[in-house]
């Protein structure tokens, strides 16, 4: 084998391998690219549900706000009859949507507490010191959904209550937990835990014997068991200085939780399977009503014909 021929063959080699570390580098780049549209697409999903969320309890606020039962048992200060209109109301709801966290408090137009669905005590309590929503619907008379601290972490909904003469009288809110948009998230292939920060738990007193999570607190009884110890063991994925964090065949990211004045008090952390492909999100359609099928075969050449005949 002369000198030319070995350069030839070596030369080759080289392309070969330098061909093979470009193509690899290029399809990297590929694959981080679908996983980085996959990422922005499921983040996108989560906050287009909590969005939806948001509205749902603000339409609710709203619309019991102009309930005329609620609006003269507040006035006539009637507190057992506004609360068994209350739960007349929660219950219906309960009954014909899917709706199940859906909890109520009415407050006075100084905002003391005057009914909660939940419990009885607190009455007369004032909120002002540290509720900055019920505040802000006071001050503008509209009204108002977030993500607020309280004794609780949830989404609150408040809408101001006006009397037959358009007086302020007091404000109403809707307040949700996330359990059903953890329900319909995973669903979609999404399991999320919700977490509040330690250092707000003087305010959110109800999650002092709650499960911690690195600085923060769960905020939800009902949570995946194994996602929580999963993220107990990998606290550095609760960290937000990387967009996202790959283990294996997971992704974990999240979102930020903000209360009223837009700074974040908690996240909510998000995670799904990469390599999930399944169409959950698509409807299903499911008939319960007899089907007949008649068939006409004049011979065996000829095509079947099938009659389907719904009753």
């Known amino acids: 084998m002369n000198k030319t021929y070995k350069n030839f063959i070596l030369l080759f080699i080289i392309v070969i391998i330098t061909l093979l570390y470009f193509l690899n580098k290029y399809n990297n780049i590929i694959h981080q690219n679908q996983i980085d549209i996959l990422v922005s697409n ?4 989560v906050q287009n549900e909590l969005t939806n969320q948001k509205n749902q309890a603000l339409s609710l606020a709203i619309l019991f706000s102009k309930n005329q039962n609620i609006i003269n048992n507040l006035e006539q200060n009637r507190a057992k009859e506004l609360k068994d209109e209350l739960l007349k109301l929660i219950n219906n709801i309960k009954t014909y949507t899917n709706q199940n966290s859906i909890q109520v408090q009415i ?4 905002l003391k507490v005057f009914v909660r669905s939940w419990e009885d005590k607190d009455s007369g309590l004032n909120l002002e010191s540290f509720r900055k929503g019920l505040v802000k619907v006071k001050e503008t008379k509209e009204p108002y959904v977030s993500n607020e601290l309280g004794k609780r972490f949830n989404i609150k909904a408040i809408s101001p209550i006006f009397n037959n003469n358009d007086e302020y009288i007091g404000t109403i809110e ?12 995973k669903y979609l292939g999404i399991e999320i835990i919700p977490l509040l920060e330690k250092k707000y738990l003087d305010i959110a007193q109800s999650y002092k014997e709650s499960l911690t999570l690195g600085d923060f607190v769960v905020i939800q009884q009902q949570y995946d068991k194994k996602l929580y110890d999963f993220l107990f063991t990998h606290k550095e994925y609760l960290s937000n200085e990387k967009f996202y964090y790959e283990n294996k065949n997971r992704i974990i990211t999240q979102i930020p939780l903000g209360n009223i004045d837009e700074q974040s008090v908690g996240v909510m952390v998000i995670c799904f399977d990469k ?6 999100y698509l409807p299903k359609y499911e008939y319960l009503g007899e089907i007949n099928i008649k068939s006409n075969l004049k011979n065996i050449e000829e095509k079947e014909k099938r009659e389907i005949i719904i009753k």
Do not use: P, W
């Open 107 to 110: 407050h006075t137009k100084d």
């Open 42 to 45: 499921k983040v996108e999903i």
């Open 174 to 185: 809707v307040i949700m937990d996330y359990s059903d948009l953890k329900n319909r998230l």
């Open 275 to 280: 390599n999930e492909q399944n169409f959950n």
